[in-house]
């Protein structure tokens, strides 16, 4: 009983297949990306590895396992995924800010200047909608969720049919 029930239409079991399946792919390329770069393409990816080793570790693998993690847990409609889902969305909102901010800060040469303002301004659009538009979308969307008590806890009636179903009487067998 530790499901999640979509009772609604069409577009919102669509949804939360698209964001389970989409999270899925990011985390398992996130995870593949590195061990297939590490085995096809060794000698120019030792030196990043050797050189940013303390970084993957202790930030992008548990990120990407994350993604992974969550994206499962919205496919198979666990509770817990619904935090999750508002957590990593929380900080993709954080995150997107502050990539804003350092890329809208960060100063070239002058012989960049021409290309440079053409590409931050096609990376800031690609950024406000993945690391913004994106997670809050999703905030609202799995509000809304929430909110029509599709997601919800467990209610007292719930709690008791599975209590009542699990101490039903014993076969005789055991007696």
Known sequence: MNTLIVEGGLVKRFLLLMIGIILIVLGSFGIGLPILSYLYLREWVVPLFNLFSLLIYLLYLPFVCWLLVT??????????????????SIFLIFMGVILLTVLNSFPFPENFQLAWGK????????????????????LVYFHNIRKEKEWSSYSDEVLEELYQSLHQEKPKEML
Do not use: C, E, M, T
């Open 71 to 88: 994206g499962i847990g919205i496919l198979a409609r666990k509770k817990w995924a619904w935090y999750s889902i508002q957590i990593l």
């Open 119 to 138: 590409i931050r301004a096609f990376a800031n659009l690609g950024l406000i909608f993945l690391v913004i538009v994106i997670p809050i979308f999703s």
